[in-house]
Each structure stands twice: as C-alpha cells, then as structure tokens.
C-alpha cells in the first residue's frame, strides 16, 4: 500500500526566505507526482506536475524536484511572500488513476 | 468551461439518512475521483471512475456507493449517514492519469 509523508508538517519562516517542501513515498511505482496548494476552507489549486521520467519542473519561483527510485519529492519556493502562506499538498498518481496523498505541509510566511 | 462543480456545498444529515452529492464537469476528462478531507489530515480516495461505466474502489469506500452512467457526472451516494462520514468532499477530474483538477467541495456534518 502506497503511503505518502509530508515533513514538516508546519513551518514559519519570515518574508524572503528560500525554502524546501518535503515528499516522501513507500512505493516507487508511480505515474507521476503533483503539487498542490490548498487555502484555508477552500479547495486545491495546482501547482505542479512531474511525469515520472522527469527529475524537475518549475513554475515561476516554484520548482519541484522529483527522484523516483529513492521515494522522494521537494517543493522548493524562492523568495517568499506572505502570499504564500497556505497548506502544500503532494499526490502521488498510478496510471491506473489512482492517487495517494500526503496530509500537507502548512506554511506561514511573516512580514 | 465551469471545470468541475459540486452540489451541495453545505450539507447537513441526521444519522441514518441517505444523499446524493452531485460531481460534474465539462472538460471531457475520462478520469474522475470522490476524495473525503477530515480535519488537519490529506485527501483520502473513496472511489474513481476511469471512464463512463467503470467504476473502482479506493482507500475509504465503505458506506459509499458511486455510479458513472455519462462522462460528465460522476455522483456519490451515502447511504446511511454516520457521524464518521462528517468531513468536506472533493471531487476532481482529468483527462487521464495526468494533472487532475478539484471542484470546491461539499462540506458535509452528520449528527
């Protein structure tokens, strides 16, 4: 059974800082692999998608790193804003559809 | 494109009673996905469709039964309500095991 760990599941860091989202998975036969980003009381926005052949993908000042064969994923966030402030959610997807989530990393971003 | 609706978006059940939470989207997307998010946790799959007339079950199925009779609608039924079953219901879609995108959510309290 696939399981997915999010490490930290807090963090406050203040505005500027660089930082690194851990993604942790048990079993490497995966699909693909997504980010999300998820609000207080709202639904998921998504951030980003690695196939499983890919190593990074970025988006803005968002990249995310993907190393298959060890079970891990990082969001890394340059230069933070308070903007930024939300709970980040990695899946893990097979191509049969199905997806595993981790319980998220809650961030805070201070002014 | 009105992407992936949800009906209702607040619910609230007495023990023993049943409902129907309404999916629906307008992408064409093959795939779609009922997930269930308590408090302070991820998303955990319940059931997902990998087309109209196929059906699956996920990590949480029990007390949930779904049906995807067109591509466009994808309901999930409760059958007898339980106070486990409060929490708030996602429902996502994609066009296949790629990037999915999530509906706003039903949040659902059983007393």
């Known amino acids: 059974k696939q399981e997915v760990t999010q490490i930290p599941a807090a963090l406050s860091v203040p505005e500027g800082e660089n930082l690194v989202l851990n993604c942790s998975f048990t079993?490497?036969?995966?699909?693909?692999l997504q980010w999300f980003r998820q609000d207080p009381g709202k639904g998921l926005t998504s951030l980003l998608l690695i196939q499983s052949s890919q190593r990074e993908q970025t988006s803005g000042r968002l990249n995310a790193s993907l190393d298959k064969s060890s079970g891990r994923s990082t969001l890394y966030i340059a230069a933070s804003q308070p903007g930024d402030s939300a709970t980040y959610l990695c899946?893990?997807?097979?191509?049969?559809?199905?997806?595993?989530f981790g319980d998220g990393t809650t961030l805070t971003v201070k002014p | 494109n009105a992407g992936v609706t949800q009906t209702p978006k607040f619910q609230v059940l007495k023990t023993g009673q049943s409902m129907t939470l309404q999916c629906a989207q307008d992408?064409?997307?093959?795939?779609m996905s009922w997930y269930r998010q308590d408090p302070g946790m991820g998303l955990r799959l319940i059931h997902y469709s990998v087309g109209a007339g196929i059906t699956d079950q996920g990590e949480v199925p029990n007390g949930y039964n779904v049906s995807r009779s067109t591509t466009e609608d994808f309901p999930l039924r409760l059958l007898s309500a339980a106070p486990s079953q409060t929490s708030v219901y996602f429902c996502?879609?994609?066009?296949?095991?790629?990037?999915?995108?999530f509906g706003p959510g039903t949040r659902l309290t059983v007393t």
């Open positions: 079993d490497s036969a995966i699909y693909n």
């Open positions: 996502a879609s994609s066009p296949g095991p790629d990037e999915q995108y």
């Open positions: 992408m064409n997307h093959e795939y």
């Open positions: 899946a893990v997807n097979t191509n049969a559809g199905k997806s595993t």
